[in-house]
């Protein structure tokens, strides 16, 4: 006796209308998945925008350290669990040209910073500033006040800073730099120097 397997088939119409159901399942698969990407991608960005600024260098006044078209990153974290230290390179808000600028710390609050015949004295030591384009041509003496900070460009004789304009409020302090990602030739990471120790 012979067997027969028997199909049973959905009348046309089922058949287009399950069709039809898959693609649309299938489209909204696909929105999903976009605007998952989407939201997970502005996510990511404002958490690294709050932790981090990508600033351009505009200038030379950080010479040689920095040069012109630099663009360095910036930890805006570093001092929300510490403080600047002599040495750290600093971007800062600057009320008179309302732009970021970008300099190195040189004096804390409390110390006394000289500049006398080419050298800078930091409480009385003279740093030996391996760093810097060259030795400054001018001369004077500040105390820093507290919450404020001196700051230099290594550009020394070419950068618009604490000696022409005063003392850094810390408040206006963005972060500190640590990076040098392009062009990716210069590519390098910014070290901290502890002037002090360094000079003794």
Do not use: C
């Not at 974290?77 to 230290?85: F, I, K």
């Amino acid at each position: 006796m012979e067997e027969f397997t028997t199909e049973t088939l959905a009348p046309a119409s089922e058949n287009g209308n399950e069709a039809e159901k898959e693609g649309r399942a299938g489209w909204y698969q696909l929105l999903y998945d976009i605007l998952e990407t989407v939201l997970l991608s502005a996510a990511l960005f404002l958490v690294i925008n709050a932790l981090t600024a990508r600033v351009r260098v505009d200038g030379f006044s950080m010479l040689p350290t920095l040069e012109d078209g630099n663009f360095v990153l910036v930890n805006r974290l570093a001092y929300r669990l510490g403080e600047p230290q002599r040495g750290d390179i600093v971007v800062f808000h600057f009320d008179l040209t309302r732009q970021d600028l970008i300099k190195r710390v040189i004096g804390l609050p409390g110390d006394e910073v000289r500049i006398e015949n080419g050298v800078v004295y930091v409480n009385g030591v003279g740093l030996i500033e391996s760093y810097i384009a060259a030795v400054p041509n001018y001369s004077g003496s500040w105390l820093v006040p507290s919450d404020n900070f001196f700051v230099l460009g290594d550009n020394r004789n070419d950068s618009s800073d604490s000696h022409s304009w005063g003392m850094l409020p810390a408040d206006k302090v963005v972060g500190k730099a640590v990076l040098v990602y392009w062009p990716f030739e210069r590519w390098s990471m910014l070290d901290h120097v502890d002037l002090i120790k360094a000079s003794q």
